[in-house]
C-alpha cells in the first residue's frame, strides 16, 4: 500500500492528474458562455474562456494546460457557437493559442527558441496577410503604411522583445518560480500580456479574411484592442495569484513546472 502511494505521488509530481486536466477543460468550456468583448465589425464575442485558458498552464503545468484548453475549446465550441463562430478552427484560435503561449513564455528558460520562432512567424504573417498576400487578388484594398504596421507592432514587437531577451529566458521563469510575491505577480502579470498580445494576432485574421475586412476596419480593430489587452491581462494575472496561493497551501502533491 505505501508502496502504490509513492508511485502516486511521484506520478502526480511529474504532470496534473487526468481528472483535474479535464475538470479544469470543463470549467474552460463553460466559461465560453460568458461574453467578455464584441468582436469589432460584430459576428460573434471573445468569451471568457480565453483568460481561463491563459491561466491554465500556471496551474496544470504547460503541456496539461495545453490539454484542458483543448478540452475546454471543444466544449465551448459546443455550447458557446457565438464564442468559436469558425468552429474547431476556433478551438486552435479561443482558447489553445492563450494557453500554448502563456505555456512557452512561462518556461522561457526551456522554450525561448521556440517561441521566437512562433512570434516572428505570426509577425511575418500579420505583415503581409491578408492585405498583400492574396492582397489585391483577393479583393482587399492596401491599408495605410507605416500606420498599418505599426499599430500591428504593438502586438508582436514587446513580445518578441521579451523572448529574446533576459527578461523571458531568464527574469521572469525567476520571478515566477521564486518567493518573492510581488515579482511573481509582475511575473505573472508580463507572462500573460506577451501571451495575449501575440495571441491576438493570429485569432483575429481568419476574420478579417473571410469577412473580407476592408483596410479602415483593420485599423479601427487594432486600436479597438490597444486597452483592452493589457486590461484582460492584469484582470488575468490578479485572478490567478489568489489561485496559485490556494493550491500551494492545500498540500496537494506538486505539478512539475505549475507555479505552486
Request: hydrophobic residues 55%.
Amino acid at each position: 500500500m505505501e508502496a502504490t502511494a509513492v508511485k502516486e505521488v511521484t506520478r502526480r509530481a511529474r504532470g496534473p492528474s487526468v481528472a483535474w486536466v479535464t475538470l479544469f477543460g470543463a470549467l474552460i468550456g463553460v466559461t465560453a458562455l460568458v461574453p467578455i468583448f464584441p468582436y469589432v465589425g460584430g459576428g460573434g464575442y471573445v468569451p471568457l474562456a480565453v483568460p481561463f485558458a491563459a491561466i491554465a498552464p500556471f496551474l496544470l503545468g504547460p503541456w496539461g494546460g495545453v490539454v484542458a484548453s483543448i478540452i475546454g475549446g471543444l466544449i465551448g465550441m459546443f455550447i458557446a457557437p457565438g464564442g468559436f463562430p469558425l468552429g474547431l478552427l476556433d478551438v486552435l484560435l479561443t482558447t489553445v493559442l492563450p494557453a500554448f503561449f502563456v505555456a512557452l513564455f512561462t518556461n522561457g528558460e526551456r522554450y525561448w527558441a521556440l517561441n521566437t520562432l512562433c512570434i516572428g512567424a505570426v509577425a511575418v504573417m500579420t505583415l503581409v496577410f491578408p492585405y498583400y498576400v492574396p492582397g489585391a487578388a483577393a479583393g482587399f484594398e492596401t491599408p495605410p503604411q507605416p500606420l498599418y504596421w505599426a499599430l500591428s507592432a504593438y502586438y508582436w514587437l514587446p513580445p518578441l522583445l521579451v523572448a529574446v531577451t533576459p527578461l523571458g529566458s531568464r527574469l521572469v521563469p525567476g520571478w515566477l518560480r521564486g518567493q518573492d510575491r510581488g515579482r511573481k505577480y509582475l511575473g505573472i502579470f508580463v507572462t500573460v500580456l506577451a501571451s495575449l498580445l501575440v495571441w491576438w494576432l493570429p485569432w483575429t485574421r481568419p476574420y478579417w479574411y473571410l469577412f473580407k475586412y476592408p483596410a479602415a476596419l483593420a485599423i479601427a480593430t487594432f486600436i479597438g484592442y490597444t486597452w483592452w489587452v493589457p486590461v484582460l491581462s492584469l484582470i488575468t494575472a490578479v485572478i490567478t495569484m489568489p489561485l496559485v496561493e490556494a493550491l500551494a497551501r492545500t498540500g496537494l502533491p506538486k505539478v512539475e513546472r505549475a507555479l505552486w
